[in-house]
Structures are given as structure tokens and as C-alpha cells.
């Protein structure tokens, strides 16, 4: 009580002070306490599972995945609006021949005008040989350049297994954007060393 | 510089004259969370990059369409996980790989040790965690390194916080055999 009176007479040298009404101006989110009591619950939960560990409670917790340097502050600019193209789509050129059968194939068949055709052709009735055969030449040349390689070589080279199985290739699930993409990002002398290096 | 109120950068990014400037702090805000969110379930610093840069690019075109229903960070964790796995499964179908390969092509580039500082133990917990199942993993990352709650993985996942539990310690047992196996 002491305390109390003592404070009452500080406030009558404090009289504005002391009219002004008492409220806790301060605010906390929405359930912020009954969260915060069943986050403590689940940590609780996790630490006893981790406790009954003998290996894992010991390795210290760590990020051991790098950047390259100042890659954090490069990237803001690269996503900048005026630097938006469309998204990326990845090829998995680093990865076998297989991979790159179906790439070409799928920029051939974009390139040749006759992806949409071979969309509407089961994989039973297509016929690459058939369908490339009737591809107008001035469509081909306008599409890709192709002048420093033979057309014939690539399909030959990449099988034309590859080329039949329109699933796997429809299972990629490339929407139009996509497919524009990839001919956007398609380099023939890319393909032609690939092909070299990966000849089967 | 202190992280603008997730309201107010919400306000900013739907106000098409101030969307620019407050999508650049929303990258500088979050670009490292999602980021390594990303790394640790493709590995590969370019795929992350490529997979990031998808994430973020999706984010400035639908950012207009979002009702605020959870938050802009778990909303960003959607994407990022959606596009990560998206990038997984093309991969996996354009190699004619089944999981296992993929798990393998992983592992192969944890071990090639591009941008990745860890000693053996440290990358035995990796080979650890990449043997799990995909969801465990995914659950795993974000509880045990990103420290998400529960709550928040279950938005992010669209799995109820009871199962998210479950798989969590599952996750937790499952490592520490696969330790136990390879000490």
C-alpha cells in the first residue's frame, strides 16, 4: 500500500498525467498467445523425439550450401520488370543423349510447323519420316538454320524411337509459353556438338 | 533496412504504380529463404538459380490475385516448393529417370561439392535427408532448418498439421537409422 500512495502523490505534481485514462496502447496479432502456446507445445514435442536421437541431436545445425559471390545482391536486378523475360525452361543438357533426343526433338517438330500435328497423332500413326518429308522447305529454313547440318543426320542420329514416343514428350506438359521458350533459348551449334559428343 | 509491414508491402505490390518498387523489396526480403528452401530440394546451385528466378517471376504475375489468405512468406514458399517439384518431375520425365534415379543425380550433385561447404558429417545428414520420401524431406527442411511452424508448412503443403507431425518424426527416425547404419 506503501507503494501505491507513494505513486498517488507523484501524480498530484503530474496532474495531466493523471486524468488521462490508463489503456495498454500496445497490440498483438490475432491468436497470437494461444499460437504462441501450441508452437511452444510442438517444439516441446520435437525436442523430446530429437532427445531420444543419438547421432542426429549431435550434428550441429548447419547451412552448407554456398552462393557465388554477390549473387544475393545480383539478383534483385535480374528480376527488375524491365529485365523480366519469359520463364526459364531447362533443357537437362548436362545429362545424357536421351535427354537431348527428345529437345531436338521437340524443337524440330516447332520448328518444322508440325507440333501441333503430331499433338493430334498417336503415337501409333505418327510416321517422322512421313511428316518431315512434308514439311515445305521454305518453312523449315524460316524456322531454325539449318543450312550447316542435315536434317536427315539428326533424325537418323537421335533415333527415330525417339522421335515415335510423342508421350514421353507430351508428358513434359509444355504449355505454348514454354515451347516459345525453348525455341527462343535453342542454339543449332548446340545441338550439333551435343550430337557429336553423344552420337548414340 | 528494416522489412516493410507485410500489409503495407501487400498495399504496395496491388497499387500498379507502386508494384515495382515494393517487388524489389519483397526480393530483397525474401530472395535468401526461398532460395535455400529450394536448394536443399533440388541441390544444384544453377537449377536453384533457374528454379528461384521461376519462383519469383510466377510471384510479380499473380501477386494481383492474392487475397491475402495466408502470408505473402508462406504464399512464397507455395510457389517455390510447387516450381521445385515441377522441375524434379520434368526432369525426371525428360531423362526417362525413375525417383531413384533422380534421388541418385541428387546425391551426385551433393557429392560433387560445387558451392557447398560441409564436412562428412554434415553431408552424411544431406545423403541422410535425400534418402527420405519426398513429402518427409520437404517437411523435414522446413521444420528442422527453416524452423516453420507447423501451421505454416501445413498452408504451404496443404496437409493437415496432425500428419505434418507424424512425418516430421518419422523424417527425424529414419535419419538418425540411416546415421546409425553408416557410422
Known amino acids: 500500500m506503501k507503494d501505491f500512495d ?6 498530484k505534481n503530474a496532474p495531466f498525467l493523471d486524468k488521462m485514462k490508463r489503456k495498454n496502447v500496445f497490440e498483438v496479432p490475432e491468436n ?14 520435437d525436442e523430446a523425439i530429437m532427445e531420444e536421437t543419438r547421432f542426429l541431436k549431435n550434428i550441429e545445425k548447419k547451412n552448407i550450401f554456398q552462393v557465388p559471390e554477390a549473387y544475393f545482391d545480383q539478383l ?12 526459364k525452361i531447362r533443357l537437362f543438357w548436362r545429362n545424357p543423349a536421351v535427354n537431348l533426343s527428345i529437345a531436338a526433338s521437340i524443337v524440330i517438330l516447332i520448328s518444322l510447323g508440325i507440333w501441333g500435328l503430331f499433338n493430334r497423332v498417336s503415337s501409333q500413326e505418327a510416321d517422322p519420316s512421313t511428316l518431315l518429308s512434308e514439311v515445305p522447305t521454305e518453312i523449315l529454313l524460316a524456322s531454325v538454320d539449318v543450312s550447316e547440318y542435315d536434317i536427315n543426320m539428326i533424325v537418323e542420329t537421335m533415333g527415330e524411337e525417339a522421335l515415335k514416343d510423342w508421350t514421353e514428350i507430351q508428358n513434359l506438359h509444355l504449355d505454348e509459353e514454354e515451347v516459345s521458350d525453348l525455341l527462343d533459348h535453342f542454339e543449332v551449334s548446340d545441338l550439333e556438338a551435343a550430337l557429336l559428343e553423344n552420337p548414340e | 533496412m528494416v522489412a516493410l509491414k507485410e500489409q503495407d508491402l501487400l498495399a504496395k505490390l496491388q497499387d500498379p504504380g507502386m508494384k515495382a518498387t515494393a517487388f524489389h523489396q519483397l526480393v530483397i526480403t525474401y530472395q535468401q529463404m526461398l532460395y535455400f528452401h529450394i536448394r536443399r530440394i533440388v541441390i544444384d546451385h544453377e537449377d ?13 504475375k499473380y501477386i494481383d490475385q492474392f487475397r491475402a489468405q495466408s502470408s505473402i512468406k508462406t504464399w512464397l514458399y507455395r510457389i517455390a516448393t510447387n516450381e521445385a517439384l515441377t522441375f524434379l518431375s520434368k526432369k525426371k520425365k525428360a531423362s526417362f529417370q525413375d525417383l531413384n534415379d533422380i534421388q541418385n543425380d541428387l546425391r551426385h550433385s551433393l557429392s560433387e561439392g560445387k558451392y557447398i561447404d560441409g564436412d562428412e558429417i554434415q553431408l552424411k545428414l544431406q545423403q541422410a535427408i535425400l534418402s527420405l520420401p519426398e513429402r518427409q524431406r520437404l517437411v523435414f527442411n522446413m521444420r528442422y532448418y527453416d524452423e516453420l511452424k507447423y501451421d505454416e508448412i501445413a498452408d504451404i503443403l496443404s496437409v493437415s498439421t496432425g500428419a505434418l507431425k507424424a512425418s516430421y518424426h518419422h523424417a527425424v527416425r529414419k535419419i538418425e537409422e540411416y546415421l546409425k547404419t553408416q557410422s
Open chain 2, 48 to 60: 536453384t538459380d533457374d528454379v528461384l528466378q521461376n519462383t519469383l517471376l510466377k510471384a510479380w
Open chain 1, 76 to 87: 534483385p536486378g535480374k528480376i527488375a520488370p524491365e529485365n523480366q523475360a519469359k520463364p
Open chain 1, 32 to 45: 497470437y498467445f494461444s499460437e504462441m502456446a501450441e508452437d511452444w507445445k510442438d517444439k516441446a514435442e
Open chain 1, 6 to 11: 507513494e505513486h498517488k502523490d507523484e501524480l
